[in-house]
């Protein structure tokens, strides 16, 4: 879908990998090692992108990208 190519493309670029290398079953901290400060800068890039708010409570919620992926699908 193009929400999933345009969140690939996000988290290609924060998490600083090939967007070939991404999958919606990656673990944000496990797989992708995202720090704190990335995975700020994704939640307000998505934030942006999308048209989304994300809450503290919510974002602590996001394991895998698939999680993300089902929020910005709505």
């Known amino acids: 879908s ?3 190519e345009k969140l ?3 988290l290609a670029q924060v998490a600083e990998r090939p967007i070939t ?3 919606l079953e990656q ?3 496990d797989d992708l090692e995202l720090d704190s400060t990335q995975a700020l800068d994704l939640l307000s890039s998505i934030e942006e992108e999308f048209d989304v708010e ?4 919510e974002a602590a919620k996001f394991e895998t990208v698939a999680d993300l992926l089902a ?3 709505g």
């Not at 994300?54 to 409570?57: A, L, P, Q, S, Y």
């Open 27 to 29: 673990r944000l901290k």
């Open 8 to 10: 690939f493309t996000i």
């Open 54 to 57: 994300i809450d503290e409570m």
């Open 2 to 4: 193009e929400k999933r």
């Open 71 to 73: 929020k910005v699908e």
């Open 21 to 23: 290398e991404l999958s």
